[in-house]
């Protein structure tokens, strides 16, 4: 069955630190890979998505991130981060037709002065 | 930019009662879907709707809910007969088909009584 983790519940890192959210995914086919981001009290905003070609991927908001088939990983990353990106990070994964997403459980991200 | 528009934002309602949770998908989007998110927990995909019937629905969406398009514009998910434990977020999100990327509305906080 098609699954998404997230191994890392909490991080909390420095203003101006770089940051890299980890995801891995099970999933058969050629995967189609999201990352969404949650701030309180908001709905879900995307990021970025990949889908095939390049892969790496840029977004908004300064992030990127790298697809990893060999390990089935697609990790998000930005070099300096901002006290505004504080905030929930989902990562999702095309779970067969019709864009039914699967998610993973979320990594909390707290920013500090 | 377009956007998905829920409403209301908050609903508070009593154990049994029924609820109709709205939505207004992106105009030329053809697929719709409702996740829910209890506190503390993953967003848990529930239904897709295509052409005017359910494309797929979880375990989670049992006779209790139903889904409708009532109009060119409105998309709503109906809970008959409500349970303390569909408390959560829901969340409508729409895309315009294929492998599209599923927009998504700010929510519907649901508190059950």
């Known amino acids: 069955a098609q699954s998404v983790t997230q191994p890392d519940i909490h991080i909390t890192v420095s203003e101006g630190a770089s940051l890299e959210l980890r995801c891995n995914y099970s999933?058969?086919?050629?995967?189609?890979l999201f990352w969404y981001v949650q701030s309180p009290g908001q709905g879900l905003q995307l990021l970025l998505k990949?889908?095939?070609?390049?892969?790496l991927v840029q977004g908004i908001k300064g992030f990127e991130a790298e697809f990893k088939r060999s390990q089935s990983s697609f990790n998000l990353r930005k070099p300096s981060v901002h006290w505004s990106d504080a905030a929930e990070y989902f990562c999702?994964?095309?779970?067969?037709?019709?864009?039914?997403?699967?998610f993973g459980a979320g990594t909390r991200l707290a920013v500090h002065p | 930019e377009p956007e998905v528009t829920q409403t209301p934002s908050h609903q508070v309602t009593q154990m049994g009662q029924e609820v109709i949770l709205r939505c207004v998908p992106i105009?030329?989007?053809?697929?719709f879907y409702w996740y829910r998110q209890i506190l503390g927990q993953k967003v848990e995909f529930l239904v897709s709707?295509?052409?005017?019937?359910?494309?797929?629905k979880s375990e989670i969406f049992d006779d209790q809910f139903s889904v409708e398009r009532p109009d060119g514009s409105n998309f709503t998910l109906k809970i008959r007969s409500t349970k303390l434990e569909d408390s959560a977020m829901y969340f409508c999100?729409?895309?315009?088909?294929?492998?599209?990327?599923?927009?998504f509305g700010s929510g519907t906080q649901l508190s059950v009584l």
């Open positions: 999100a729409s895309s315009d088909g294929g492998h599209g990327t599923p927009f």
């Open positions: 999933y058969g086919a050629t995967p189609y």
């Open positions: 990949y889908f095939s070609g390049d892969t």
């Open positions: 999702a994964v095309e779970a067969g037709g019709y864009n039914k997403l699967i």
């Open positions: 105009s030329n989007h053809l697929y």
């Open positions: 709707f295509y052409n005017n019937e359910i494309s797929e």
